[in-house]
């Protein structure tokens, strides 16, 4: 598979955005990588998606309009394979969670901007979901800092500069076992 170019990085805390939660406590920024467009998100989702199983979960962090769903949306295409490219996959923005079953198991794609008490996580099920399917969470700044120990956040930014542009950061546990697998696969130069 050819390399993404996602950047190793001296495991390093991030700085601050006033808007999105700060990572709880041993949560560094471990990767990084310029997404110069849309399709460069979409090959990212396109390359993780192989390495994603059954209880894990992406955590997709960033402001409004960062690329969260349009990077879940190229993820659960190619996790859906045939016939995934024209599958409907629409934003979780109202309903809150959609789920899909694939071939790689059951995803659960959510989005908590609208969730009012971090509790409703078990009304939906989300808790249990996130040991049973792959999750990917939009917004988890509302469920900060109770953030699953297991779970890698992909934080979308846009630069103040490149406006037209996004950049990825990997922020994980070091210890993390999906952080490891995700950074062996596009991580190594
Ligand atoms: N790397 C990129 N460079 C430039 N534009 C991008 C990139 N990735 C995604 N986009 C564009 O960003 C736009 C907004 O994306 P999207 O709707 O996924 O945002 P979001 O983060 O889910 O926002 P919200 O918080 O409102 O749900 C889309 O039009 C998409 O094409
Ligand atoms: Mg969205």
Known sequence: MAKLGLVMIAPTVLTADPDLAR?????????????PDAQATENLAQALAAHLRPGDTLLLQGQLGA???????????????????????????????????????????????RLSD?????????????????????????????????????RFETPADA???????????QASDLATRLLAVVGRP
Do not use: N
Not at 79 to 84: H, N, P
Not at 118 to 130: I, Y
Not at 137 to 150: L, T
């Open 163 to 173: 406006p037209q542009t996004r950049l990825l950061t990997l922020i994980a546990l």
């Open 118 to 154: 971090p509790q409703e996580m078990l009304e939906l099920g989300l808790d249990l979901a996130m040991h049973q399917a792959i999750c990917l969470i939009e917004w988890p700044d509302r469920i900060a800092p109770d953030w699953p120990v297991g779970a890698v956040c992909l």
């Open 23 to 35: 990572p709880p406590a041993g949560w560094l920024a471990q990767a990084r990588m310029p997404l």
């Open 67 to 113: 690329g969260k769903s349009h990077f879940a949306r190229a993820l659960i295409r190619t996790l859906i394979g045939d016939g995934g490219a024209t599958a409907e996959v629409p934003s979780p923005s109202f309903t809150l969670v959609q789920t899909y079953d694939t071939p790689h198991g059951e995803v659960w794609h959510a989005d908590l901007y």
